[in-house]
């Protein structure tokens, strides 16, 4: 049964740090398109970051500032979030995605003060 599973989320300060972890279950994650969506109150789900092999993408909300990875042997993905600013307070979702499947995970909440 597919399914992935965040953490790392929290309340941290303008301008701190926060790594998200994204871990995988039934999931070649090489095989898929793996991201990181986020939403924010009152407003709709948006892509923070994607990967697909050796391709990323960010949204340019975030560009500079975070990082997404896999770890294909841990089936774990990760976004490495910096210089965090209260406008990217949200709930932070992975995404696992091919043409037959599209799994969610419940999300992980991140709160920067300002």
């Known amino acids: 049964q597919m399914r992935v599973e965040e953490s790392g989320g929290g309340l941290v300060q303008s301008g701190g740090s926060l790594r998200l972890t994204c871990h995988t279950t039934?999931?070649?994650?090489?095989?898929?398109?793996m991201g990181w969506y986020r939403q924010a109150p009152g407003k709709e789900n948006e892509l923070v970051a994607s990967?697909?092999?050796?391709?990323?993408k960010y949204a340019d909300f975030v560009k500079g500032r975070f990082t997404i990875s896999k770890d294909n042997v841990k089936h774990e993905m990760y976004l490495q979030m910096n210089n965090l600013q209260p406008s990217n307070t949200a709930d932070y979702y992975c995404?696992?995605?091919?043409?037959?499947?599209?799994?969610w995970g419940q999300g992980t909440r991140v709160t920067v003060s300002s």
């Open positions: 995404n696992a995605r091919d043409s037959s499947n599209n799994c």
């Open positions: 039934g999931i070649r994650s090489n095989l898929y398109t």
């Open positions: 990967i697909f092999g050796d391709n990323v």
